[in-house]
């Protein structure tokens, strides 16, 4: 008895700093000075919580690192109020807030962990990367002389810090290539990252993928489609939002004016305060208001992807394929707090222009993940979501949409769930397949492109010789080592002839798409 007692104890000692930390977090999120307090009649709470931190600092058993406690209570707290209100502390704002950047400042390279080393995966086209030699299948073993290694807890978020910089400044890297290693000083400058491709699928259909919705989204996606309709012979649109998880909300609104006629409702947003609450409404001139139009969209497509998605569909100007959307329909405003964290609050819901909320539920004990491995595991993927819609709008034609969250598409597609699997992550991760293809890419690029990207699509497959040797132990089914192949071509594709080869690779002989030309036969 006396050891249980104990060993209780000692847990009881090791969750005091998560439940000091949540009180700590509610007494700075809702603020402490004196005049605020006075008018929110806050005063109890705020004391209190004055009172732990005191107790804490002067009489808690352990050294306590304040910062880390202020960072989980925070977080503790709004995990409470929704799913996406949430608090970014100062060191992590600059990556949250590039990931919606298309231009912005280092050395443009995009990278990950492969066998615990930091692998160079695409050096951006004529980025400072690529022009001081840096190669698809580098290694980065240190970065300013500091070393890098997975296992000594090394971040992606640490290895932004240290790469970004102002323009003008030097970053030196120690690279592994092969077996020689190399230092390369490679100057930072202004980066351009596309956030929007597109190619024919086949004669007079166009596609068009947008990867996320950033800064210059709109824009880009407005200068791809006039790039078509100039070609004149534009009779159909693909929008692809798979796996397209949002961003800025307006470039969203903007694209889907593009296709709208004058007045229509795009979206509208209701919030407590007044001023989160709004419509916007398309304007006169869009560029294609009149041809067809399909949106590809699966479980990876959320917010703004959902807002364009719905605006299309609601208003009768395009036919959805896929997947039920992710179902993220919370507005969240930023506020950056005094120490360059930042506070992402949710201020209003989006409604499509039928009604439809497009937030899926996430009170009532009904559990809510925002990770879409775990929405697979759980099995929320697999289920039929139109027969569990109660919710039925119809649109201006008369066509049956379905609430409850997300947006539900016209023409469903069953789920692959291969590329949720962990052992096809965690192969592709330790073989050594990717440096392969890279080495590959290296030696044959001139070859492979005098033959051209047609003839490496119709022909090109990884050596049977190569894929054998790296599955020996494994137990892969023909879908996924089909799938496992087809990456690795596209990631070929990619380093040879950039992104937009890239998803061609990906989309030959694509469900989606197939679909999609299927019904779009003139």
Known sequence: MEVKQKNSSEQIFLLMPFFFGLALGIGIALGVSIMY???????????????????????????????????????????????????????????????????????GIEYEWLNDTLFVSYPL????????????????????????????????????????????????????????????????????????IGYWAKPHIAYIRILRFAEKTDQEFSDILQEF???????????????????????????????????LLI????????????????????LYEKGKVVVLLDEGSASASEILAGALQDNDKATIIGRKSYGKGLVQVPFALS?????????SKYYTPTGRCIQRPYHKGKKYSKSLEERYKSGFLLKDTLSEATEIFFTPQMKKVFGGGGITPDISLPLDSTK????????????????????YAHQNRKILQEKGFSDFLTHWQLPET???????????????????KKQ??????????????????????????????????F
């Open 339 to 347: 120490d360059g964290s930042e506070l992402r609050l949710t201020v």
């Open 37 to 107: 307090v006075r008018e929110t009649g806050l005063g109890k709470q705020a004391q209190q919580t004055a009172e732990v931190l005191k107790l804490i600092k002067e009489n808690y058993v352990e050294e306590v690192n304040l910062d880390s406690l202020h960072t989980l209570g925070l977080q503790s707290l709004l995990s409470n109020l929704d799913p996406h209100s949430t608090y970014i502390p100062a060191e992590e704002v600059a990556l949250a807030q590039s990931q919606l950047e298309t231009d912005f400042e280092g050395i």
């Open 125 to 196: 086209p004529q980025s400072p990367a690529e022009k001081a030699g840096i190669f698809s299948g580098d290694k980065i073993l240190a970065i300013d002389e500091q070393a890098i290694n997975y296992n000594n807890g090394e971040s992606i978020t640490d290895i932004f810090q240290k790469l970004r910089g102002k323009k003008g400044t030097t970053v030196k890297l120690k690279i592994l290539r092969g077996l020689s290693i190399k230092e390369i000083s490679v100057e930072r400058d202004k980066i351009i990252s596309k956030s929007v």
């Open 229 to 263: 309709i100039q070609k004149d012979t534009l009779r159909a649109v693909i929008v692809d939002l798979r796996e397209n998880g949002g961003g800025y909300m307006d470039k969203a609104t903007r694209i889907a004016d593009e296709f709208l006629e004058a007045g």
């Open 420 to 439: 949720y699997e962990e052992k096809i992550k965690d192969f592709l991760q330790k073989t050594q397949l990717k440096p392969w293809i890279a080495e």
């Open 267 to 286: 979206v509208s947003t209701k919030g407590k305060q007044k001023r989160y609450s709004q419509e916007y409404k398309a304007t006169a001139g869009g």
């Open 466 to 484: 190569v894929f054998a040797k790296a599955l020996t132990g494994s137990d892969f089914n023909e879908p996924e080592k089909k799938f496992i």
């Open 488 to 521: 690795l071509k596209a990631f070929l594709a990619k380093i040879v002839w950039g992104k937009t080869a890239y998803f061609q690779t990906l989309n030959a002989e694509d469900e989606f798409l197939q679909k999609a030309l299927e019904i779009l036969r």
